[in-house]
């Protein structure tokens, strides 16, 4: 039991790491996890892919309308680009 424990932290760890390198926001969003609780990523990234993929739905159909409503689309393009927003 400890041996599988101690093999997941360092996958974990290995994880972890390789985010790092990257250069994404990665360290954004953990030293968040830290402030606020220990699933803090756990309980935000379901929250963020639900509202990215409804954005995404909901520009396609907006698309599809003819004609455009180049508003609404705009609208959307902020909302999508606040969920991604990392300020």
């Known amino acids: 039991m400890a041996a ?3 093999a997941l932290n360092k996958q974990l760890q290995q994880v972890v790491n390789s985010l790092k390198e ?3 926001q990665f360290e954004i969003v953990h030293s968040l ?3 606020n609780s220990p699933f803090f990523l ?3 990234l379901p929250l963020f892919c ?3 993929q409804t954005t995404l739905r909901d520009l ?3 698309l599809e309308k003819e004609p ?3 508003y609404d689309m705009e609208e959307l393009y902020f909302k999508l680009r606040g969920c991604t927003s990392s300020q």
């Open 4 to 6: 599988n424990r101690e």
């Open 33 to 35: 996890k830290e402030a």
């Open 50 to 52: 639900q509202d990215v």
């Open 22 to 24: 990257q250069g994404n």
């Open 42 to 44: 756990a309980e935000i």
């Open 68 to 70: 455009v409503n180049y």
């Open 60 to 62: 396609s159909r907006t």
